[in-house]
């Protein structure tokens, strides 16, 4: 079993080094789920100012 993917509580040495590669994971996964809801966001406005300068301010004034 490789020691970079542990799949039981036993596979670390003790519980620090399960505590400390824990900590190691932690760093990283918070900065990529904010680079994908910000990818995701950033998406989301630019479709919508898509359709805001091509169908609504074509159409012109509704009344």
Avoid: N
Avoid at 6 to 17: A, G, K
Avoid at 51 to 57: A, E, G, T
């Amino acid at each position: 079993m490789s020691k970079a993917y542990p799949t039981q509580r036993h596979d670390y040495d003790s519980d620090e080094d399960e505590h400390l590669r824990l900590e190691q994971a932690l760093e990283v996964a918070p900065r990529g789920a904010l680079i994908v809801s910000g990818v995701a966001v950033a998406l989301l406005m630019l479709c919508w100012f898509g359709i805001y300068l091509f169908v609504f301010l074509p159409r012109g004034t509704i009344g």
